[in-house]
């Protein structure tokens, strides 16, 4: 099944959906006890993808909030 999405309805899913991904590769990471280094890096990445989160979906919130349909 193939949904049309809205350009701001594609920004608001890529920002939630981007989050995810990383947190539950440092859940397995963790339980399997991996290298430190290894670890940092991935959890770098998940701060940065957490930040480009919250400016993504502020944007989005922004823009819907000001501009009308």
Avoid: K, W
């Avoid at 099944?1 to 959906?17: D, K, N």
């Avoid at 399997?32 to 890096?41: E, H, K, T």
């Avoid at 989160?53 to 502020?58: C, E, F, H, K, R």
């Amino acid at each position: 099944m193939v949904y049309r999405l809205t350009l701001v309805e594609s920004f608001a899913f890529g920002s939630l959906i981007s989050a995810v991904d990383p947190v539950a590769t440092l859940a397995i990471f963790q339980a399997i006890d991996v290298d430190q280094i290894l670890y940092m890096l991935v959890f770098g990445e998940s701060m940065l993808n957490d930040a480009v989160s919250i400016v993504l979906t502020t944007s989005v919130h922004y823009d819907t909030c000001i501009l009308p349909n």
